[in-house]
């Protein structure tokens, strides 16, 4: 549509200036010191939603932090779509590895660098520039919702109870989000599921005060060596998961699938180039692509204990820590995963140390039929600009709050993510290609023209 | 002797502030950031021993932290001892865990609690104190020595230079120690040796940057995961040590030395309590005290990588680290089981993941004869005091600079050690019991008065 497109380009250079603007708030939810960033971050999704054109948007109280609410109903008649984002970031550690401050965002090389660029300010705010054009160019045919939340890096816990509460606030006939990654700009691909996750923390420990390595070294358990030992039992030398029953819930992909998997564009080498390794690392029997998307993995996300410092201590530590994290395929249940889990670490503490694990936090995988009305909606609108067919795929990555939004709202969800794998999400140097960027809100409104039709 | 009891009596006080003071000063030699504190410290050092009857004192540059060195020489045909020490201390971290400031010292329960209140202020201070007595009495037959240096806990390295470079200055008949601990009180027991040490950190390298856990997991080398298998490696169901050649050169001790061992007071049930452990641990076919004497150990002193905050963060993280330990007994050599162990990790390091591994510190393990007239003169000296035949022990820890001093200056050493196993050496809430201080400093005298007879 040729208004849309003169209206975005008329106003691209604002629409990326406020994309900064709110990348400059360091909303990180795990972070207690942040609150009140967290709460400045919701008032200024709202105050941009109001402006886009929302008929009324909210910032509502949860028992964590607040859920930007917004609306623009155009007719009760017409469908509606529910967005779903959030404004909330990961922490940025290792800090010393960024190249530019993680909240100061810079623009190098046609990238937006900034903690939350890609995950999920950069996507969700697409949503919000689409409905501005939408709503400037008197275009919209379809209601529109807005959801943001501010808690989605720590496992959403509190969104559950406000999706249930709101129910009638929040119905729509599909949910829509942009959290997630395509292949390539050149291979545009939609998401058809998600990745579940459980993820606990194991504390061991052995005496009761941290020990001379000399005068006790030898004849007391060292916690760091009997967590080594447990992380060291979890995987066998197939790099399958020996956790019992670790996979007895997981369904299958069948021949077909994995061999419509298999088509996807992948290039080992590039993958290999990009990542600075020389060999890749999985469980036998299964590609890349498969690793990461329909089978289930086990990762250590964090390890410490005893000394960590300059130079040498020696010490005989009284504790060491792991924060270790499981990625559920359908039908594996999160809760489920994640006693078997607490369970297999507290049943396995070596002799001379006491082990504790407890749930940090989960959520169920998730997938999406590529045959309703909505998924075609995304599919054609991502034709119409990226002048190809969108490849379905499964992600690796887990939205914990799917399964939940499906179960409370009694609607299916589609993801249109624009971003790319090697956005650094989660890592130093987060960035989003503004490519990418503007590409996704000039896509977005064909999906509600599509939609609505 | 009644004068030296009473001089002692009278200033008592004194004595103890003047360490106070002297744990107020924080001489973290491994922090770059306390350099200008272990300056101020060895200067400290300097003005007491000067106050306490040394003829000289100097403070010595080196190219680390400074040396103290100082003399009081009666008569050059008398016997010479010198006094080794040192006013470093080991880093006070994890902090949280010291119930008072590691700097700010609290006389509690009859007990100094400071970082290097036994380790090794308290008890070099100690020797300071017995020369005040001796001078201040004219009671001094012998020459005295001291060298007091500022690296022991970093593995001395630049001590042996500065040895080889002042052989005159530092001529002597015996190196005195009290930088070990006795059994207790009721128990007094000298060291008869210690351990040598070999001390690495390996750092294992994944891909070149953190990644998002769920995006890569399972297809990537997770480096956690990877040093968990290479440190679990290290040790087999019997907790042997199962890195090749690891025993190849240790004399194993004799059945009469281990009957002889066996005899030492040791309650299984109170070691255990005191740690708060219900199961010990250790190689299989040795006691605790053969496992901490006579036998070589290998610890893991700190691990580290990833996200170690608050809450759950979902990285596959770039990079994992750990600080490791051997403690060497005769006749292994530090620089063999050195590189022993760099080989070990780098040549094991799993596919997907780059391994480097580097040397921190060592030092060679040491023994000393028990038939000598320096150690016949401690155990003299100590019968006087504690009324009890000292009971002759393998000491667990490390003194690496033992076997440099007895290589440049050509005589033994004998270990007086006041310090007890629970002093909580390189661990928060170090400590040393008045009654120990009090108790070293009435009994070092004997020893020059029964070294110079």
């Known amino acids: 549509m040729q208004g849309w497109k003169d209206y975005q380009e008329k106003n691209k250079d604002r629409f990326l200036d406020e994309l900064l603007e709110l990348l400059r708030i360091p909303s990180i939810s795990a972070n207690s010191a942040n609150k009140e960033d967290m709460r400045k971050c919701a008032e200024k999704v709202q ?6 054109g929302a008929a009324s948007a909210k910032v509502y109280e949860t028992a964590g932090h607040p859920v930007v609410y917004a609306e623009k109903i155009v007719d009760p008649s017409k469908p509606t779509v529910l967005v779903y984002g959030h404004y909330d970031v990961q922490p940025p550690d ?25 995950d999920d300010k950069g996507q969700f705010y697409m949503h919000v520039k689409a409905l501005e054009i939408l709503s400037k160019t008197n275009s919209l045919q379809n209601n529109i919702k807005f959801l943001i939340e501010g808690e989605e890096e720590v496992g959403s816990p509190n969104l559950a109870d406000f999706v249930a509460a709101h129910k009638e606030l929040l119905k729509c006939d599909v949910i829509l989000i942009s959290d997630s990654s395509m292949i390539s700009m050149e291979n545009p691909s939609i998401d058809i599921g998600v990745r579940g996750l459980a993820y606990i923390q194991v504390e061991v420990t052995g005496a009761n005060r941290d020990l001379h390595s000399g005068v006790y070294g030898g004849a007391v358990g060292n916690p760091i060596t009997m967590l080594a030992k447990m992380i060291a039992s979890c995987h066998d030398e ?23 998997m298999a088509e996807a564009p992948y290039n080992e080498n590039e993958y290999k180039n990009d990542l600075g390794v020389k060999e890749l690392w999985g469980e036998k029997g299964y590609t890349t692509n498969e690793r990461t998307g329909i089978r289930p993995t086990l990762e ?6 005893g000394y960590t410092g300059e130079g040498a201590k020696t010490v005989l530590p009284s504790k060491a820590f792991a924060k270790i994290s499981a990625r559920l395929v359908p039908n594996q249940s999160s809760e489920k995963i994640t006693d078997m889990l607490l369970q297999y670490f507290r049943k396995i503490a070596p002799v001379g140390v006491t082990v ?9 995988p998730y997938m999406t039929p590529i045959n309703s009305k909505a998924y075609q909606a995304a599919a054609q609108a ?31 969800i589609v993801f249109m993510g624009f971003g790319l794998d090697s956005d650094n999400l989660h890592s130093p140097n987060e960035k989003f290609d503004l490519v990418n960027f503007y590409k996704g809100i000039e896509t977005i409104p064909y999906f509600h023209k599509y939609f609505a039709s």
Chains 1, 2 share one sequence.
């Open 47 to 52: 105050q941009r939603l109001l402006e886009a």
């Open 94 to 118: 290792p800090l010393d590895l960024w190249h530019s401050g993680p909240f100061e965002p810079v623009i190098k090389d046609g990238r937006i660098y900034a903690r939350g660029s890609a």
């Open 238 to 260: 197939n790099n399958h998961i020996t956790i019992p029953g670790f996979y007895d819930d997981v369904v299958a992909s069948t021949p077909e699938e994995r061999k419509l």
């Open 300 to 305: 250590l996300n964090g390890i410490w204990g």
């Open 356 to 364: 504790e694990a407890y749930n940090l936090h989960g959520g169920e």
């Open 382 to 412: 991502i034709e119409t600009t990226f002048g190809k067919k969108p490849i379905p795929v499964r992600g690796g990555g887990s939205i914990p709050i799917c399964s939940i939004l499906e179960k409370e709202l009694g609607v299916k």
